[in-house]
């Protein structure tokens, strides 16, 4: 059997909870990969990480490799061929006494976290690696580690397949038909409430979502706030947030960048802006994706924007320039 090394932060969190057996069962990386698996948590939790392994021995995968727990960033990615950077300090965590609740303080706080990991992902993962960011927040945490790990052969990555899906899943009910008709979806920009996922491009069965749906009112000013404001929804109905469904689209990313893409297609993740789209370059920024599922991935040219979508694109841009200066220190 081939090998892959996959290093997984956050280990012991939700998302992982959800996510690890799948990255060991075979279906993520193919029946014929064995798949050692790195995790890595802070101190005060790495003792939990035995009872995960514990499971996942218990899961009896046959394509399991070795599990290894530990502390030691160093340790957690060296050698590995996919990093999972999961793990980050959530919102409202006390920190020296103080609530983290804005914004900006929490910037900071997994700023400082990403630019120690980025560096030593830079140094000690496979020069090929490649690095998904899906601890928020996802594009300026990963706009800190790709600058920090200063690897121009590694290649960076922020989640946005999960706003992606949940875009797709509202058309797909919107239109009466079945969420495998909806291609081509794009979530431009931030992981955040000012992304934006675009249904003028998106097609239901070949044809632009829009002229499928025939009701503009519906997608311009009910659409893009259910999709955006998704995660709150689960959170308010779960009392917990998307951890099912975002150990899915982790799994998603990994598959359309590994695989090759289906031609006529895209797919949706946040990568290094080189100015298309007039995007500000050097941004981690949604795009429309392709992979040749030989080691490249290219963004989708010649997309035509409408002014509607012109200016959504604008406003996320702002917020991740603007979270850019906020975190600029760390960078200097
Ligand atoms: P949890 O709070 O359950 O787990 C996070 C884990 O990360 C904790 O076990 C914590 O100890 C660990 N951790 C913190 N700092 C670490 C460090 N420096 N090194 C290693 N581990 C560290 O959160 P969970 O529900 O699993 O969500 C994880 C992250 O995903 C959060 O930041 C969340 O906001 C983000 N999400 C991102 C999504 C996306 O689409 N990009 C969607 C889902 C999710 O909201």
Same mark, same amino acid.
């Given at each position: 059997m081939k090998e892959i090394n996959v290093a997984v932060t956050g280990g012991a969190g939700q998302i992982s909870y959800s996510l690890l057996p799948r990255l060991i069962s075979g279906e993520t990386f193919g029946k014929d990969m064995k798949v050692n698996l790195k995790l890595i948590e802070i101190p005060q939790v790495v003792e939990k990480l035995q009872g995960t392994i514990m499971e996942l021995i218990d899961c !009896?995968?046959?394509? =399991? !490799?070795s599990l290894i727990a530990t502390a030691d960033i160093v340790e957690g990615v060296e050698n590995a061929d996919w990093v999972l950077l999961v793990g980050s300090i959530p919102r409202g965590i006390v920190v020296d006494g103080k609530k983290i609740e804005e914004r900006s303080d929490l910037l900071k706080i997994n700023g400082g976290i990403f630019t120690n990991q980025g560096s030593t992902i830079g140094k000690h993962s496979k020069s090929d690696a490649k690095i998904l960011v899906v601890g928020n927040p996802a594009n300026t945490n990963a706009f800190i580690g790709k600058n920090t790990a200063n690897n121009s052969s590694q290649q960076w990555f922020a989640m946005t397949a999960l706003d992606a899906n949940r875009a797709k899943a509202q058309l797909a009910e919107k239109a009466g038909v079945n969420i495998s008709s909806v291609t081509n979806m794009t979530v431009w920009g931030?992981? +955040?409430? =000012?992304?934006y996922p675009d249904p003028y491009n998106a097609r239901i069965d070949g044809i632009s979502a829009v002229e499928v749906i025939k009701d503009l009112n519906w997608i311009e000013n009910e659409y893009l706030p259910l999709v955006q404001q998704r995660g709150r929804s689960v959170i308010d109905a779960? !009392? *917990? +947030? +998307? *951890?099912a469904s975002a150990a899915n689209a982790v799994i998603d990313t990994i598959q359309s960048v590994d695989n090759a893409t289906e031609e006529g297609n895209w797919f949706s993740a946040a990568v290094q802006s080189d100015g298309s789209y007039e995007t500000p370059e050097g941004l981690i920024f949604g795009f429309p994706l392709r992979s040749s599922g030989q080691g490249s991935v290219e963004i989708v040219q010649d997309i035509k924007l409408n002014d509607f979508a012109k200016s959504k694109i604008k406003i996320t841009a702002a917020e991740l320039l603007s979270e850019k200066e906020a975190v600029q220190d760390l960078l200097d």
């Open positions: !009896g995968f046959k394509q =399991t !490799g931030n992981h +955040s409430p =000012t992304m779960r !009392g *917990a +947030s +998307s *951890a």
